[in-house]
């Protein structure tokens, strides 16, 4: 069985300001690993994934996660805040890739401010 | 491409009718489906597994009878909630899985969600 933990349910950050977003996961083989977008009301959008290969992994709109087995984390950064970066983003966790069943993390609501 | 349909986007029914949501892929076909609710505020939880042509797999705890899964074809799948209660109430989100597997990993597609309130 796999499960994801997102620590803070909500972080807020200055607009220009770093951007991090912890997740860790728990998986008794090797994961897939998932960051998912949420804008109010609507459905989710990728992110990024980590599948194998290159441990830093690069997404859209200028995010980037790294996997970290010793850790079992996948954290998700950005360098500079954008004031359309505010959503929901959701960690999440496939034992064999998307074709399989996604766990979700329980979300962390992103604030960004003036 | 991969783009994922949803209908109706919102709809308010009172309690003890029948309603019905579409999930379409519109430019891939999708031999599996997944089906999730969301609670206000929550993460989502995977309630079936769609598959085109066989019966739905539901995660435990999910009333198979009450939240009926139709996945007639490889562009459609229909979830229905049978006699609706306000407890139903929620934001039901499909995603389906592209059967070409672009990339070389089957990927999945998330619908935009349809929200359900019942009165």
């Known amino acids: 069985a796999q499960s994801v933990t997102q620590l803070g349910s909500h972080v807020s950050v200055s607009e220009g300001a770093l951007v991090l977003l912890r997740c860790n996961y728990s998986?008794?083989?090797?994961?897939?690993l998932f960051w998912y977008v949420q804008y109010p009301n609507q459905g989710l959008q990728l992110l990024l994934k980590?599948?194998?290969?290159?441990?830093l992994v690069k997404g859209i709109n200028g995010f980037e996660a790294e996997f970290k087995k010793s850790e079992t984390s996948f954290h998700l950064t950005k360098p500079s805040a954008h004031m359309s970066d505010a959503a929901e983003y959701f960690c999440?966790?496939?034992?064999?890739?998307?074709?399989?069943?996604?766990?979700f993390g329980t979300g962390t609501r992103l604030q960004v401010t003036l | 491409g991969a783009v994922v349909s949803q209908h109706p986007s919102w709809v308010i029914c009172k309690s003890g009718t029948s309603v019905k949501i579409e999930c379409r892929s519109l430019?891939?076909?999708?031999?599996?489906m997944f089906w999730y609710r969301q609670f206000p505020k929550q993460s989502l939880m995977l309630m079936a597994t769609?598959?085109?042509?066989?019966?739905?797999?539901?995660e435990q705890g999910v009333e198979k009878d009450k939240f009926l899964i139709n996945h007639a074809s490889l562009t459609l799948s229909t979830l229905t909630v049978t006699s609706a209660h306000p407890e139903d109430s929620s934001f039901y989100i499909c995603?389906?899985?592209?059967?070409?597997?672009?990339?070389?990993?089957?990927?999945?597609?998330f619908g935009p969600g349809t929200r359900l309130t019942v009165t």
């Open positions: 430019d891939f076909q999708a031999t599996t």
């Open positions: 999440a966790v496939s034992l064999t890739g998307t074709a399989s069943k996604l766990t």
């Open positions: 769609s598959n085109e042509g066989s019966k739905a797999t539901y």
């Open positions: 998986s008794s083989v090797p994961p897939y």
């Open positions: 980590y599948t194998t290969g290159a441990t």
């Open positions: 995603s389906a899985r592209d059967r070409a597997g672009r990339e070389g990993l089957y990927e999945q597609y």
